[in-house]
């Protein structure tokens, strides 16, 4: 561990008040279709003579498919094939993306149907083409499968079992450690050790999944409908999975249902609908139903931590050491090995931690595969973090918020490098960032003191009421590159082609305004397009609270070369230096004079058309295609605090109140962002409280319905309050943003976890989420 | 299970004239056969609310009935909500206060709400709680729907009194 490090390259941003529309919490572009009717949403797309997919799945957790006899199904009118892993043979499993280093875990990966063993209930066994929904899913439900039960392994911590003869379930070890961890605890004034448990949830969007492939054989070109999240990145994966050039090979992404890091990963049903499009030389649509979801859809989150700190007597940490039982599910899906590897190196947080080690076993069980979830790896090492801080506090009678303060790391420190002894293992650079100051604005706007004074009280009077306090560094806009392309029409639209892509989060509306500050336009005319491959060749997508910074980047990098450009024409056509010119609303006038000449952007287009004798040696158009390119991560941060009320009868939780305090660098636009921090504080209270992919002890998944996978709805939730704050814009963004994608629900679990312990008056009693009426009702038993 | 029956939806005011298999969903009928694609699905089993619609003056969840058993009655969708260019009221609060994200539980929300605040124009604030709570929404965290519906009720209050 060092700081220091590279000198900061931008200048500091201007504020909000000083800009015309970034910063500004305007209305989204996007609403009007969506309000009325109009969204397409991968169900409502649908082509001529279409062909529908059901999927057989494994009732077994784990077995060897003896047999499948598809021939009553075959038999069915309308029934078209039934395909099992023979018709698919040449197929690779589902791969990781291109960047993964996925050495070792490759055998791990999932065939698009199942070969020789099924792993876990709903494990795609086989495909059923009929001509119509209703008839592929009667069918499946008459392909006979023969499967011989093998012994299942349902938990991580468990012995690892076999994931086929010869092959352990635990798929790799990772490693990940800086400083002297054996000094620091040989050292300590006291160690704690907890054994702690993250509960199995995921994004459940309200959509479920969707794909359409589409083959054109004249051609040769061939097409998938429904994507999102990252088509781009998918397309190279399909592409090498296929052995199909990428100017052969499209994603289209259209209105998408919620995202939340798991819709828009390629899954099995992807791959299926494209190979059948091509075989049958027919589209073919793949809608996947909710019970498919709750068994099939990544999950996440489920980790076993035996975590221990080291700490001075005045509660400075001195190391922390971590053994981390990571439940994989059955198969190591596109992510590869990232959410333990994120769980790692998050772990110390905004914390200053002199040594520090963590092992984390990859195994994996007999259940839906896992992988990235909003905030992967952070929501569960914030948890580990928090309850650590706590024990401290506890142990050293020292006020939890104390001891969280005397650790953290300071704005001086800045930038802050933690580098890991691992070859390979990428250091985090802090780029800017005052935790102190967030940490004291969230106490004093949350009413801290006073507030544990009433705590006190109502206590007193026989409640079950407490506070909790969480702190959290969150990472946004890796590297390395995105671009966009700007035109301006004849009538002044402009049209922002970018490699981004929309979960619903408002990214065109973003995207919108950055154009909109640059060019000087109204951002209601821009027209924002995104997830076309065929539009655009490269495209970093949305996740990992990227888009904003980096497509964003991209945006302001092109809007302001279409800017220069029209400036640079309109100087010769007005007379008048180019400096002395600005844009406003769409109209290139002089700075100093009002009612001077002027030129609207749409009358430069026009006069820049190809053939124009003014072009004068000038390329056509005014239009650029930019890119922006970094090999830097942005690192916001943030603060939550919670009161939690305990029903000391039915054991229910009842979030009192929430804030989430939240450095942003830079807002775009404030609204959305706080749409996205009270959207990911609730879907954090979820997995805090309710949320939980169950299983009973032969696989047997017992959250399958909406009835029993409990998602807050209007009644379970406060009315969360957020500090949203720009005191650290990122030096290594032009604009100064950072993502704001994940910091509602990062330290969500942990606060909670926090509050309730305060709640009950019984230190680090909170060791598992989600903490369900039942666990507090086994707590208050004791 | 392939016979059909021919029957009529009248969704927004017009008829269509459609056969379908006796099991087929009402949702799926509205959706695939009528072209209103406004009406979302989200689970199929009642609990998430997004393909509500308003049958009769009742807002009812579309996936927990056949389409047979709508035969001849008058249907409300999304489509249905704006005059025109002109948006509902709730249409556009659910805009002005950020209401929607993915906007795909927003239909059954708005079809939801439209149907409380015309059955009961002075509704309570607690009382629009209960019936907000019959639905889920993934993306907003449901803060900005309250507000957005709760405005929207003001607003149509307002405009009745004047």
């Known amino acids: 561990m060092s700081h220091g490090g590279n000198a900061h390259g931008y200048p500091t941003p201007p504020p909000s008040s000083a800009r015309r529309v970034l910063g500004h919490a305007v209305a989204r572009i996007e609403d009007r279709p969506l309000v009325t009717g109009r969204g397409r949403y991968a169900g409502d797309i649908n082509f001529p003579h279409q062909l529908h997919m059901r999927i057989v799945r494994s009732p077994n957790a784990h077995g060897k498919i003896l047999s499948v006899d598809a021939s009553a199904a075959l038999a069915m009118p309308g029934v078209l094939a039934v395909w099992t892993n023979a018709d698919i043979a040449e197929l690779s499993p589902i791969d990781f993306r291109a960047d993964k280093n996925a050495t070792g875990i490759r055998e791990f990966r999932q065939p698009a149907l199942a070969q020789t063993y099924v792993r876990y209930i709903g494990d795609p066994v086989a495909a059923v083409f009929a001509d119509d929904p209703y008839v592929a899913e009667d069918a499946a439900e008459q392909v006979a499968l023969a499967i011989e039960a093998l012994p299942v392994v349902m938990s991580a911590s468990d012995p690892p079992g076999e994931f086929e003869p010869g092959r352990s379930s635990e798929a790799i070890v990772l490693h990940h450690s800086f400083g002297d961890v054996e000094a620091a605890f040989r050292n300590a004034h006291a160690v704690i050790e907890l054994d702690l448990q993250t509960g199995r949830h995921s994004g459940v969007p309200l959509e479920t999944r969707g794909a359409i492939g589409v083959y054109d054989a004249a051609k040769d070109l061939l097409e998938l409908h429904g994507a999102a999240k990252i088509p781009h990145r998918n397309r190279e994966t399909l592409c090498r999975m296929l052995n199909r050039a990428p100017s052969s090979l499209h994603l289209h992404e259209s209105h998408v249902g919620g995202g939340f890091g798991i819709r828009g990963e390629l899954y099995p049903e992807d791959v299926l609908v494209l190979v059948a499009a091509m075989r049958f030389e027919r589209p073919v649509k793949w809608i996947e139903d909710r019970r498919e979801h709750l068994m099939c859809a990544n999950q996440g989150r489920e980790q076993r931590h035996r975590a221990r700190i080291a700490v001075d007597r005045d509660g400075h940490i001195l190391g922390i050491e971590d053994e981390i039982f990571h439940d994989q599910g059955a198969y190591i899906r596109t992510h590869g090995v990232n959410v333990p590897n994120r769980t790692m190196c998050m772990m110390t947080g905004a914390y200053k931690v002199p040594a520090y080690r963590a092992k984390a076993r990859v195994r994996l069980t007999n259940k839906t595969p896992a992988a990235t979830y909003r905030a992967p790896g952070r929501y569960e090492s914030t948890f580990v973090r928090s309850r650590l801080m706590d024990a401290v506090a506890a142990k050293l009678g020292i006020d939890p918020v104390e001891v969280r303060r005397r650790n953290l790391i300071t704005a001086q420190e800045m930038p802050y490098v933690i580098a890991f002894d691992e070859p390979g293992v990428e250091a985090l650079e802090f780029d800017s960032g005052d935790f102190p100051a967030l940490l004291e604005k969230a106490l004093k706007a949350f009413g801290w003191d006073k507030l544990q004074a009433d705590l006190k009280r109502r206590r007193a009077a026989g409640e079950l009421v407490g506070a909790g306090v969480a702190i959290f560094m969150e990472e946004s806009g890796r590297g390395p590159s995105d671009n966009a392309k700007i035109k301006v029409d004849p009538d002044g639209t402009v049209e922002l082609i970018t490699g981004g892509a929309s979960l619903g989060q408002g990214f065109e509306t973003v995207m919108a305004q950055i154009c909109a500050e640059a060019l000087g336009v109204d951002y209601r005319r821009v027209r924002v397009i995104h997830g076309q491959t065929d539009l655009i060749d490269h495209g970093i997508g949305a996740h990992a609270a990227r888009a904003t910074v980096l497509t964003g980047g991209a945006v302001h990098v092109t809007a302001t070369m279409v800017r220069d450009k029209a400036l640079e024409f309109a100087s010769e056509l007005l007379q008048t230096p180019a400096d002395d010119l600005d844009i406003v609303d769409g109209m290139v006038m002089r700075r100093d004079t009002k009612g001077g000449p002027s030129i609207a952007l749409g009358d430069l287009a026009k006069r820049l058309a190809p053939g124009s004798k003014l072009l004068r040696g000038r390329d056509p158009q005014l239009a650029a295609h930019g890119w922006y390119n970094t090999d830097h991560t942005v690192f916001p941060y943030g603060v939550h605090l919670a009161v939690a009320c305990v029903d000391r009868d039915t054991g229910r939780v009842a979030v009192e109140r929430f804030m989430v305090a939240y450095d942003v660098g830079r807002a775009v636009n404030p609204l959305l962002i706080e749409g996205q921090l009270v959207g990911g504080c609730v879907q954090g209270l979820g997995g805090a409280l309710s949320e939980e992919f169950v299983y009973d002890e032969a696989g047997e998944p017992l959250s399958a319905t909406f009835a029993d996978y409990l998602m807050p709805t209007v009644h379970d939730v406060p009315d969360v309050e957020v500090l949203l704050t720009e005191d650290a814009p990122s030096p290594r963004h032009p604009l100064g943003l950072k993502g704001a994608g994940e910091g509602g629900i990062n330290g969500a679990g942990g606060v909670i976890a926090s509050a309730i312990d305060d709640a009950l008056q019984m230190s680090g009693a909170i060791t598992r989420l989600p903490v369900t009426p039942q666990r507090i009702r086994d707590l208050l038993r004791r | ?162």
């Open chain 2, 1 to 162: 299970m392939t016979d059909k029956t021919d029957i009529i939806l009248i969704i927004n005011g017009r008829a269509h004239a459609i056969s379908v298999e006796p099991r087929k969903t009402l949702v799926d009928a509205i959706r695939d056969d009528c072209g209103q694609t406004g009406t979302h699905i989200g689970c199929e089993h009642g609990i998430c609310g997004t393909c509500t619609i308003i049958l009769d003056g009742d807002a009812v969840r579309s996936c927990l009935m056949f389409a047979v058993q709508a035969d001849g009655r008058h249907i409300r969708t999304v489509e249905g909500l704006a005059d025109g260019e002109t948006l509902h009221p709730l249409q556009q609060a659910f805009i002005t206060h950020h209401g929607l994200q993915c906007g795909f539980c927003t239909p059954g929300f708005l079809m939801l709400a439209v149907n409380a605040l015309e059955h009961n124009p002075n509704i309570g604030d607690d009382e629009l709680l209960d019936v907000l709570a019959s639905n889920l929404c993934r993306c907003t965290g449901y803060q900005n729907i309250i507000k957005a519906v709760r405005a929207a009720r003001d607003e149509m209050r307002g405009a009745k009194a004047t």
